[in-house]
């Protein structure tokens, strides 16, 4: 080494440590923390949250199938039908 590079090493740190981030960055990310903690620890908001996604869900279903399910239902009543008849027969 030369003179001229221990007094170059002697006066350069050999790590800078990076500026924090300001005051109110750190509060604004502390507080997006703090409400995600704050949300997932809400057991009953996030049950009764899920329930209406999962009702909101099966109405628009229902709605777009709307045939499907009025088809469905007369099958089934014709089938009741059926049977009802069928024992009545059977009977008498």
Same mark, same amino acid.
């Given at each position: 080494? =030369? /003179? $001229?590079?221990? $007094? +170059?090493?002697?006066? %350069?740190?050999?790590? +800078?440590?990076? %500026?924090?981030?300001? !005051?109110? +960055?750190? #509060?604004?990310?502390? /507080?997006? =923390?703090?409400? *995600? ?5 809400? &057991? ?5 949250? /899920?329930?209406? $996604? =999962?009702?909101?869900?099966?109405? &628009?279903?229902?709605? +777009?199938?709307?045939? &499907? ?9 014709? /089938?009741?039908? *059926? !049977? !009802? !008849?069928?024992?009545? #027969?059977?009977?008498?």
């Amino acid at each position: 080494m =030369t /003179a $001229d590079n221990a $007094d +170059e090493s002697a006066t %350069t740190p050999a790590y +800078e440590s990076p %500026t924090p981030p300001p !005051v109110e +960055e750190q #509060r604004a990310a502390l /507080a997006e =923390t703090v409400d *995600a903690l704050a949300h997932k620890a809400d &057991v009953p908001a996030r049950v009764k949250s /899920a329930a209406a $996604d =999962t009702a909101h869900t099966t109405k &628009v279903k229902a709605q +777009e199938n709307q045939q &499907v399910l009025i088809g469905a239902g007369v099958a089934a009543l014709s /089938a009741l039908i *059926a !049977v !009802v !008849v069928i024992r009545r #027969r059977r009977k008498g």
